[in-house]
């Protein structure tokens, strides 16, 4: 690591943004603003979604999921299944969190 930091420091090792094509001055942040009549249309279409879908369907699909998940099985399938009897990608989502966890990455190399 210490020969690495040189290397990096002498100019030797370019990183882009650190020692090459960096930025005389910081552009400042500005976050994205969504439009509110966006997000409430976003909304009305997840509802309707859900009450137009057969949820005994999209459940045991869910399920299948999670099974393929918990094994050695191909999860694709399962997952195209889902979002075909309409499961949103956050459900599916959900679903395989619910078997692998969430992903934490490390605070070292």
Aim: proline share 5%; charged share 30%; glycine share 8%.
């Amino acid at each position: 690591a210490y020969d690495v930091a040189l290397q990096i420091d002498s100019g030797e090792r370019v990183v882009v943004g650190v020692n090459k094509y960096t930025l005389d001055e910081e552009e400042p942040y500005e976050p994205l603003r969504v439009d509110p009549a966006i997000e409430a249309e976003q909304c009305e279409r997840l509802a309707t979604l859900r009450a137009n879908r057969d949820q005994g369907a999209v459940d045991a699909a869910l399920e299948k999921l999670q099974t393929a998940a918990s094994g050695a099985d191909n999860v694709l399938w399962p997952m195209r299944e889902a979002h075909a009897v309409g499961a949103t990608g956050g459900e599916v989502s959900d679903a395989l969190r619910a078997v692998w966890g969430k992903y934490t990455p490390r605070d070292a190399f």
